[in-house]
C-alpha cells in the first residue's frame, strides 16, 4: 500500500506560481512512479507529468513542458510539482498519484491516489 497526501494549491494570477507537493509512505516506496494528473470541469482527467522514485528523468505532458517542473525529496519521502507561468486554462483539480514500476501517462495504470488540491488561475 501507498498513501498520499497532496498540499500546495490555491489562487494564483496568470503568469505567477505554485509548487504542490505529494507527500508518500508506504512500503514499496523505493519501487514506485509518480505522476501528476488534472481535470478540469467537464473535461477528461489530463496527464502533467510523472517520475520514478530512483532513477531517470521526469517526462511531462506537451501542454506543461517548459512551464512545471517535477522534483523528489528522498529524505522527506515527497514529490513536487513546481508550476510556472501559470495560465487560465492551467485550473484544475490537480491529483498525484503512483504505481508500482515504470512511468505511465495513463491515469488508469496508476493504483493509488492523493486527495487533489484545487489551482486555480485567474486572468
Known amino acids: 500500500q501507498v498513501q498520499l497526501v497532496e498540499s500546495g494549491g490555491g489562487l494564483v494570477q496568470a503568469g505567477g506560481s505554485l509548487r504542490l507537493s505529494c507527500a508518500a509512505s508506504?512500503?514499496?516506496?523505493?519501487?514506485?512512479?509518480v505522476g501528476w494528473f488534472r481535470q478540469a470541469p467537464g473535461k477528461d482527467r489530463e496527464f502533467v507529468g510523472a517520475?520514478?522514485?530512483?532513477?531517470?528523468?521526469?517526462y511531462y505532458g506537451d501542454s506543461v513542458k517548459g512551464r512545471f517542473t517535477i522534483s523528489r525529496d528522498s529524505a522527506k519521502n515527497t514529490v513536487y510539482l513546481q508550476m510556472n507561468s501559470l495560465r487560465p486554462d492551467d485550473t484544475a483539480v490537480y491529483y498525484c498519484?503512483?504505481?508500482?514500476?515504470?512511468?505511465?501517462?495513463?491515469?488508469?495504470?496508476?493504483?493509488?491516489w492523493g486527495q487533489g488540491t484545487q489551482v486555480t488561475v485567474s486572468s
Open positions: 508506504g512500503r514499496t516506496i523505493g519501487t514506485i512512479s
Open positions: 498519484a503512483a504505481r508500482v514500476g515504470s512511468i505511465s501517462s495513463s491515469y488508469s495504470a496508476y493504483d493509488y
Open positions: 517520475t520514478v522514485w530512483i532513477g531517470t528523468n521526469p
